[in-house]
């Protein structure tokens, strides 16, 4: 279909060339009838877009070719009324921008607008107003620095706020965001969603000494992700995989100064947090989780000295279970299914003494006691630790510090546990080299009958290699797990490189992972080493992904770029097993006389996901137009 359509493509580029033409004459004379536009003695507002004319076409194995004329612009409106401090806004809207015409990074025309405005800034009651929409607009669902999914859909969101400040008074805050957005997986029919609403109020004041905080937030959030994802089968018409969840919190915090240049603090917060995991449509639920959790927390800590310190402190949990959701989801966007069972619980109390030994040299010692109550049973134990701090370069290389933790339970069981970190850095002639290591093993988690593991790593290293040309490598690495919780492993590694000669620029990547995850508040979050997941609710994974790119200017204005990615990886839940692929390739030439920019590009994007038993898709588009800038007032 595409080359049935060269004839018509070469009338649609003479048309463009005409109509072109036209419109930058027409939108100049535009401009200068109305720079010098005024509203009125009180409001101030400046304006400008950039408007571009250009002939794009698209084809693919699995879309029909299209190819036409577009018209795109993007631009700002922003200024005050009466005084700045009074209402200042700015609006920025964009129309028909995508990736290979724009800055947008958009695999499709995507459309919208931004706003924001601010009122009675530097009075007593400030106030603030937001609100976007995007129309058309492609994302992506996946892990963090890993591969993901892209996604075709729109979003909207809203948020106000407004505060109270009077000198002498307890300060009032409060704000309100709500957002959603809808999409499906980029050349399939698999669905996804996600909207949430969030009201928070937060206050302090000062009080004969005291610092006072307190706050309360309000969420609820729904997602709804694609099957493959959740376990649930295409075949199962009943399935709604759809996470809702709510919670509320609140809080409030005191300190104050104390003798020997100390300090006490306390603090308090109560969470309840329901979820419905993945419910099935005209049931209960495949996981219903509520969760109510008080956390307190007090402590001083003294520096009679410069070099001698010592501190004290206790927290109280009266929920593991929901302890460990909070941790793991993050604003309490949504509810993990840990549970640790009825009345678990947890007392620590501790303290610890710290000594300069000279201006490199420094040390410190600890002592915890931790009462839990978990899975129907009590444990109690003691932790012991001594660290050395050495933040001087030995050989003119290395800064370190290590820490030896000895523990005991009421079974009488004893271990030791091991943490140290070094630095390096050293330059030997042209090059410079830098690094890190951490190391931790059979040192304390959140539960005393569990330890964790981990060691992490980054390298790198530069070099200048004359006449102007520079090369920059880095590598970096975590590898962590949890004693007796088999398949809690998780492992990331990464390499980058970079290569630069004045106006040309090169660079390289490649990233491999694996380890659980969970899909969570829209998204799907790694999952750091933890206790108590049940493996049916674990999306287990494997990925990689490599590219590069290159940005070349052989001329002051004349710009050429271009980029590849690939990312593959393998995911299973429930038995659900899929492949996935996502592969993209961009290319762009601009060129910019003043005002006025030609651009050139050329895009290529393929996604395949094997569970939905489709072939993957693959959509090719270019585009060549002429934009120009407009200061309208």
């Not at 006490?264 to 329901?274: A, E, K, L």
């Amino acid at each position: 279909m595409f080359l049935e359509s060269k004839g018509k493509g070469a009338c649609a580029v003479k048309r463009f060339l005409i109509l072109g033409a036209g419109w930058l004459i027409i939108l100049t004379m535009v401009s200068r009838a109305t720079a010098q536009a005024q509203f009125g003695e009180n409001w101030h507002i400046n304006s400008g877009a950039q408007v571009s004319v250009g002939y794009e076409a698209d084809y693919g194995d699995q879309t029909p070719s299209n190819h036409g004329l577009e018209v795109g612009a993007n631009g700002t409106v922003n200024g005050y009324y009466y005084d700045p401090n009074f209402i200042n806004f700015s609006v920025s809207p964009y129309y028909n921008q995508s990736r290979t015409d724009s800055s947008y990074q958009s695999l499709t025309d995507a459309s919208g607008v931004a706003a924001t405005a601010n009122l009675f800034t530097g009075s007593h009651f400030p106030g603030s107003v937001s609100y976007r929409y995007d129309y058309n607009s492609t994302g992506e669902l996946g892990l963090v620095n890993t591969p993901n999914f892209t996604t075709q859909g729109n979003a909207q969101g809203f948020g106000v706020g407004w505060s109270a400040l009077f000198a002498g008074w307890p300060t009032l805050s409060a704000s309100y965001q709500q957002g959603s957005g809808s999409g499906t997986l980029y050349g399939t029919d698999e669905k996804t969603s996600a909207s949430n609403r969030t009201f928070n109020l937060h206050s302090n004041y000062n009080l004969s000494g005291f610092l006072l905080n307190a706050y309360y937030d309000r969420t609820t959030y729904n997602s709804m992700l694609p099957e493959f994802l959740t376990g649930e089968t295409a075949s199962n018409t009943t399935a709604s995989n759809t996470n809702d969840s709510s919670g509320n919190d609140f809080g409030f915090s005191a300190s104050r100064r104390l003798p020997l240049n100390g300090q006490f603090y306390g603090n308090f917060n109560r969470s309840d947090i329901s979820s419905n995991y993945f419910s099935t449509a005209g049931e209960t639920g495949t996981t219903n989780t509520s969760f109510t959790t008080d956390i307190e927390t007090a402590g001083a800590n003294f520096h009679p000295t410069n070099k001698l310190g010592f501190s004290a402190d206790e927290t109280f949990v009266s929920n593991l279970s929901g302890y460990l959701n909070q941790g793991l989801i993050n604003n309490g966007s949504g509810v993990a299914p840990v549970n640790l069972g009825a009345g678990s619980h947890s007392f620590t109390v501790g303290g610890g003494a710290s000594y300069t030994f000279t201006d490199n040299l420094a040390g410190s010692a600890q002592a915890t006691y931790y009462d839990q109550s978990y899975y129907g049973q009590s444990f109690s134990g003691t932790y012991l630790s001594g660290t050395v701090y050495y933040n001087k370069r030995l050989w003119d290389m290395f800064t370190f510090w290590a820490s030896v933790v000895d523990s005991s339970s009421q079974f009488g069981n004893n271990s030791v546990g091991f943490i140290g970190n070094v630095n390096f850095f050293k330059r030997f002639g042209s090059w410079e080299t830098g690094g890190n290591f951490n190391y931790a093993q059979n040192v304390q988690s959140v539960l005393i009958t569990y330890t964790t593991s981990y060691y992490s790593y980054t390298a790198n290293l530069h070099r200048r290699l004359g006449r102007g040309w520079q090369w920059t490598a880095a590598f970096n690495g975590n590898h962590s797990g949890l004693s007796n919780q088999p398949g809690s492993s998780y492992h990331t590694e990464g390499y980058s490189s970079t290569l630069s000669l004045g106006r040309l620029a090169l660079n390289g990547y490649y990233v491999n992972s694996s380890g659980n995850s969970l899909a969570v508040g829209g998204v799907i979050v790694p999952l750091p080493p933890t206790p108590g997941l049940p493996s049916s609710d674990l999306i287990q994974f494997t990925s990689s992904s490599y590219g590069g790119g290159f940005s070349y200017t052989p001329l002051r204005r004349l710009v050429f770029t271009g980029s590849y990615s690939r990312a593959l990886s393998n995911t299973l839940n429930n038995s659900i097993f899929s492949r996935n692929n996502t592969e993209i390739y961009y290319s762009q030439m601009q060129y910019n006389v003043r005002r006025i920019g030609v651009i050139a590009g050329y895009s290529r994007f393929t996604q395949g996901i094997s569970a939905l038993g489709v072939l993957p898709g693959t959509v090719n588009s270019y585009y060549f137009g002429i934009s120009r800038w407009f200061n309208f007032f």
